[in-house]
């Protein structure tokens, strides 16, 4: 079946704009991550939605991060006010994170690469 | 605070030989889950295996083999007769079994494979 999707794959900004990303997970897939690879700071997780419930924003580096997920599947990710150091590739994941199973595999997307200049 | 370490940054082999990447973490968690991901030059991140924190039985698929000791808290990767197609970067990455569980990555081994 289809994977993740994500869009753009490429972005390129100027500071100060901001700029949205997407994800699209796998269909069934309950649990939805976004992560962040930067030449500096490695992998890093950046928020977490399950279905219905709050999401968990903990890794998110300033409030100028937002993510929201519609209806259970897609997700957009917002820079606001873009800064040089978000250059980096976002990085979508998803996961069935069934009630009954204790593990879970994360499945990537191809990501999205963000160049602010 | 869960941590991956990856203490070898890149490794180049030559083909057919075969090369081992290490891995080492930390958790304070009784149950956890080790994984592998591959991450080829297009970027997409490739699930290779996850094991959990019971089962250690060292797992073989193919010339891909791991084996995971909870003694020494390692949870190394085996390419054997490796190929030009290995050539990759490749992370160890570690998650709890409660909460979010997300993914705590190591930072990753650039596997060079000359042919």
């Known amino acids: 079946g289809a994977g993740v999707s994500q869009s753009p794959s490429n972005k390129v900004t100027e500071k100060g704009k901001d700029v949205e990303l997407r994800c699209d997970p796998i269909?069934?897939?309950?649990?939805l991550y976004w992560y962040r690879q930067s030449l500096g700071q490695g992998l890093e997780f950046l928020i977490y939605?399950?279905?219905?419930?709050?999401?968990?924003k903990s890794g998110l580096p300033s409030d100028r991060f937002s993510a929201e997920r519609t209806g259970g599947s897609v997700s957009t990710l917002t820079i606001q006010r873009t800064q040089q150091e978000d250059s980096a590739v976002y990085l979508c994941?998803?996961?069935?994170?069934?009630?009954?199973?204790?593990?879970?595999?994360?499945?990537f997307g191809p990501g999205t690469r963000l160049t602010v200049l | 605070a869960q941590k991956v370490t990856q203490a070898q940054t890149e490794i180049s082999v030559v083909e057919k030989e075969d090369v081992t990447l290490d891995c080492v973490y930390e958790?304070?968690?009784?149950?956890?889950?080790l994984f592998w991901y591959k991450q080829p030059p297009s970027g997409e991140l490739v699930f290779l295996i996850r094991r959990n924190s019971f089962d250690e039985q060292n797992e073989i698929s193919g010339r891909y083999s791991w084996n995971f000791q909870k003694s020494t808290s390692s949870f190394n990767f085996t390419i054997t007769a490796s190929q030009v197609v290995d050539s990759a970067v490749y992370f160890c990455?570690?998650?709890?079994?409660?909460?979010?569980?997300?993914?705590?990555f190591g930072s990753g081994t650039r596997l060079q494979v000359q042919p």
């Open positions: 958790t304070r968690d009784t149950t956890y889950y």
């Open positions: 269909s069934g897939h309950t649990a």
């Open positions: 939605f399950q279905g219905n419930s709050a999401p968990d």
């Open positions: 990455a570690l998650s709890g079994d409660t909460g979010r569980r997300a993914l705590t």
């Open positions: 994941a998803s996961s069935p994170r069934r009630r009954t199973s204790s593990t879970d595999t994360q499945y």
